[in-house]
């Protein structure tokens, strides 16, 4: 299933509790069609003591967000836009926003 957001992408979130802001995707869970947003709806964990944690207690942690609550940010008005797809002359296939702005590739680190 093609997914309207990547990982790297800045989103705008459309509905629920945080609604309105904006964040970074950090992990895309295509199989459950859902998104973790940096920063958004954290929830506290309990954790055992272990050697990454030897004190145990509480954590923040972010939970998955559906993907039909997110929208790309476009970069002309830099709101939660709609996107499309657009077919080059040369094959490649490019995200572009509903206002005609190109949504941002996000280059991996170390690739250039």
Known sequence: MALHVKKGDMVEIISGD???ATG???R???SKSRVIVQG???VKKHVRPSQKNPQGGRINIEQPIHISNVL???PKSSRGK???YKVAD???KKRVSCDGGEI???TKAGKK
């Open 104 to 106: 941002g590739v996000v």
């Open 82 to 84: 709609r996107i499309g």
């Open 90 to 92: 040369d094959g490649s």
């Open 18 to 20: 945080h609604k309105g």
């Open 40 to 42: 958004h709806n954290i």
């Open 28 to 30: 895309v869970i295509p």
């Open 72 to 74: 790309p940010v476009s």
């Open 24 to 26: 970074k995707v950090l």
